[in-house]
């Protein structure tokens, strides 16, 4: 196990994107809305994903990729979404896979 010290942490944190290539994305309609405006209808949608029988945290993954119209999500539980999305689902090696363009 790898333990960071606190200032470790606080740049691991920090550059998160950086280290790892991604862009973090705020949830959509902020701008558009008042807070409690955003929290309803945010709250309104994450019902109707956990009466798909999906976790608080699995189901904050799937409404990001359907708002931001993911082409795909990649996750070691494919399961999770299995029937829940039109998402296409990889796992991280299927989707390595794919990258490299050997995909059959």
Aim: with cysteine; aromatic share 12%.
């Amino acid at each position: 196990m790898i333990l960071l010290s606190p200032e470790e942490l606080g740049r691991w944190s920090y550059y998160f994107d950086e280290l790892y290539g991604v862009a973090i994305v705020e949830p959509i309609g902020l701008e558009a809305s008042s807070a409690s405006g955003w929290l309803r209808q945010f709250s309104g949608e994450m019902l109707d994903l956990l009466g798909r029988k999906l976790t608080w945290g699995d189901a904050i993954i799937l409404k990001t990729a359907e708002d931001y119209l993911a082409e795909a999500i990649v996750t070691w539980n494919k399961k999770h979404f299995d029937g829940r999305t039109n998402c296409r689902l990889f796992t991280p090696e299927e989707y390595l896979v794919r990258l490299a363009g050997t995909e059959t």
